[in-house]
Structure formats: structure tokens, C-alpha cells
């Protein structure tokens, strides 16, 4: 079955920086779009940011410049790296593998556990 671990997640000092990883199994990971959401207290859940297969990437507005989507398919692992990292940062950050031919146009099934990122002031 589709198995996503998250890591990396911690506690950073607003302005500081985070790597978040995703291991993935059970997939074609090379054919496979993934993505990162985050839900804060309260709040729904948000897509951050996705990859494609092929690598095109997409971004929230509020993330656009500061956080960077990459992959490693010989790892079958995708990173979510943030710089700058803010208070309204934080939040539970969950990794979601996209298996459709047309991905993102609606929440895939497949997700992680989460890793919470929490930013101080």
C-alpha cells in the first residue's frame, strides 16, 4: 500500500529555516505528482506546495519566494524547503502523492502522518 513519511519538522526561531522530507512507497514515485499541505490550529488544511512528475512546480502565494518544492527520484523522496519561516508558518505540514493523470484538481487520498512546524517570535 502507499506508504508517506514525513520529517523534519521542529520548533525555529521566526527568519529561521526548515527541511522537510517525504519517503515514499507503494508508488511509481516517478509518475507520481506530490505535494505539501499544512493545517494550522483551527484552520482547514492548505495546499502549500506541489511538484509534478515531470517537475513543474506551484506555490501558495504566501510561501512564493521564501519555500522551495524539490524531488529526488532515485530516493522516491520529495523536500519542502522554508526560509524565512514566519509565526503564521506554523502548523502541521502533510505530504500527499497524486497517482492521476491530472493531479491537484481535487485532494488525493494518500497522505502522511504530518510533522509539525512551529515558529517563534
Known amino acids: 500500500q502507499v506508504q508517506l513519511v514525513e520529517s523534519g519538522g521542529g520548533l525555529v526561531q521566526a527568519g529561521g529555516s526548515l527541511t522537510l522530507s517525504c519517503a515514499a512507497s507503494g508508488i511509481i514515485f516517478r509518475l507520481t505528482s506530490m505535494a505539501w499541505y499544512r493545517q494550522a490550529p483551527g484552520k482547514q488544511r492548505d495546499l502549500v506546495a506541489s511538484i509534478t512528475s515531470g517537475g513543474a512546480t506551484n506555490y501558495v502565494d504566501s510561501v512564493k519566494g521564501r519555500f522551495t518544492i524539490s524531488r529526488d527520484n532515485s530516493k522516491n523522496t520529495v523536500y519542502l524547503r522554508m526560509n524565512s519561516l514566519k509565526p503564521d508558518d506554523t502548523a502541521l505540514y502533510y505530504c500527499?502523492?497524486?497517482?492521476?493523470?491530472?493531479?491537484?484538481?481535487?485532494?488525493?487520498?494518500?497522505w502522511g502522518q504530518g510533522t509539525q512546524v512551529t515558529v517563534s517570535s
Open positions: 500527499n502523492a497524486d497517482t492521476r493523470p491530472t493531479p491537484f484538481t481535487s485532494e488525493s487520498p494518500f
